[in-house]
């Protein structure tokens, strides 16, 4: 049975706001409430003083889910169970597979009954029941994941289709109520900005003046980054880490070339997909701990990675990491796709010994929320003398592919990848701002993989 969440205390229910009046209105709320609450019995309130996260989500889905009526909490751009149960009841009332996934059917219908609401009622205009904050305490979301570890500022900037008519702006501020640390309400502002993705870059100007002066600043960018558009550029110049997250790449070969084009910039970038890594990192680096261990990793000339099938993000990103460093070259690079998802990839060591790498994005039957997860690894040689196998892979049978082709047989180590129930992209985020500036080696690794990319481009 999954924690129960914390309770949520509302400082202030979403109010809609002129954008001049944004930091007067979030001032006001700190005055209203008073050092000890409205009725003295709540335990002093902290302000968001540790940093300011700007999150910027391309989807419509939770803005049409909230102006339908499915759906009354916070529009974070994450797609976790309240807003899953939310599409569920809408696929149900109209006859569709109740995936909780918004299918281009779900966002079609969403759009239909979005458009008849925009222009009935007295105001014509249903923004407000769309930006509303209805926090569930069984429904966690990305602010109580921060909020729960930080008091903090999120800038919302949620980019939506139709006609320009401006930007709309809401302020809110909530707290999580935790019984084992009661003496101080730790608390969460919430602007959110809404208008087409014209409108939001025209009033980009404004928006550093709502970061939190001499505290980090995190940008996390829910769209592939582009150096092309002004508010990326704006917004990725005066923040401390510009957040991203690889396994939701459309095209991940292409806009991980992508990111390695703004890290030679000196954009500071930081992707939540190399986060998922540190576990299968840790255990390589375990497995070649001793000694002799040790010494036998020169001698490592074939390296199998199964994903998978739908995104070599992570499967990539761990061959980067691992060439790099043992300061391989890569040669040659081939991708043959089918039923299975085959990349071959060549390598030179310093020596000038030639390594063979492949990935395999295999078919599952059950894909889990992260697309693109390892599956299992081998490291091996040639040579029959080496000691230097490991063969690495998850609990639920990773390695039983490995195992028909006899990798088992030629591995030397064992070892497992325990539960990866932290994956989330909101329990990733919240450990990511406890940190800034650039990633030494998420930039090595990717230079190397994205340098391997482009002999398959070229």
């Known amino acids: 049975m999954a924690p129960q969440a914390s309770t949520i205390y509302s400082l202030q229910a979403p109010k809609d706001v002129s954008l001049t009046d944004i930091e007067n209105e979030l001032n006001q709320i700190w005055q209203s409430y008073g050092i000890q609450g409205e009725d003295g019995g709540l335990p002093a309130a902290t302000r968001a003083t540790t940093f300011t996260l700007v999150v910027y989500e391309p989807e419509e889905t939770q803005y049409l889910l909230a102006a339908t009526g499915f759906y009354n909490g916070p529009i974070d751009g994450i797609l976790g169970p309240q807003t899953q149960a939310s599409l569920r009841e809408l696929q149900k009332q109209h006859g569709l597979p109740e995936s909780g996934i918004p299918t281009p059917e779900t966002i079609t219908i969403l759009r239909e009954e979005y458009f008849k609401l925009q222009h009935s009622g007295a105001a014509g205009d249903s923004h407000g029941a769309a930006m509303g904050y209805t926090f569930s305490p069984t429904s966690p979301t990305i602010a109580d994941e921060i909020a729960l570890r930080n008091p903090c500022r999120i800038i919302a900037l949620c980019p939506i289709a139709g006609e320009d008519e401006g930007v709309k702006a809401q302020v ?7 019984k084992q640390s009661s003496s101080t309400l ?9 208008g087409t993705a014209a409108a939001l870059e025209r009033i980009g100007g404004m928006i550093p003046a709502l970061l939190i002066g001499g505290l980090p600043k995190f940008l996390w960018w829910k769209a592939t980054p582009d150096s092309n558009n002004p508010l990326f550029k704006r917004l990725a110049a005066v923040c401390n880490n510009v957040i991203v997250d690889s396994c939701n790449f459309n095209s991940p070969e292409s806009d991980l070339l992508t990111l390695q084009d703004l890290a030679e910039t000196g954009v500071p ?22 000694p002799q261990r040790r010494a036998a990793l020169t001698e490592i000339d074939r390296v199998t990675i199964d994903y998978e099938k739908g995104n070599p993000s992570q499967a990539l990103l761990y061959l980067g990491w691992f060439a790099s460093r043992l300061e391989w070259q890569p040669v040659a690079y081939k991708k043959e796709c089918g039923d299975y998802d085959i990349t071959s990839i060549t ?3 310093k020596d000038q010994r030639q390594i063979e790498a492949e990935l395999a994005g295999v078919p599952v039957a059950d894909v889990g929320e992260i697309v693109g997860d390892l599956i299992a690894l081998r490291l091996n040689s040639t040579n029959p003398q080496a000691n230097c196998g490991t063969l690495i892979c998850t609990e639920t049978g990773g390695c039983m592919r490995m195992e028909t082709q006899g990798g088992a047989q030629s591995a030397g180590l064992f070892q497992q990848v325990s539960s990866l129930a932290e994956q989330k992209p909101e ?32």
């Open 172 to 178: 809110s501020a909530y707290c999580p109520i935790q």
């Open 427 to 458: 329990v990733l985020l919240s450990q990511q701002v406890q940190r800034w500036g650039r990633e030494a080696l998420f930039e090595e690794s990717l230079a190397v993989i994205t340098k391997t990319i482009k002999l398959g481009n070229g």
């Open 347 to 349: 390598f030179v060591s």
């Open 186 to 194: 730790i608390c969460c502002e919430y602007i959110t900005l809404t």
């Open 269 to 290: 970038l930081a992707d939540l997909n190399w986060r998922r890594l540190s576990a299968w990192q840790e255990l390589t680096a375990e497995a070649y701990d001793a």
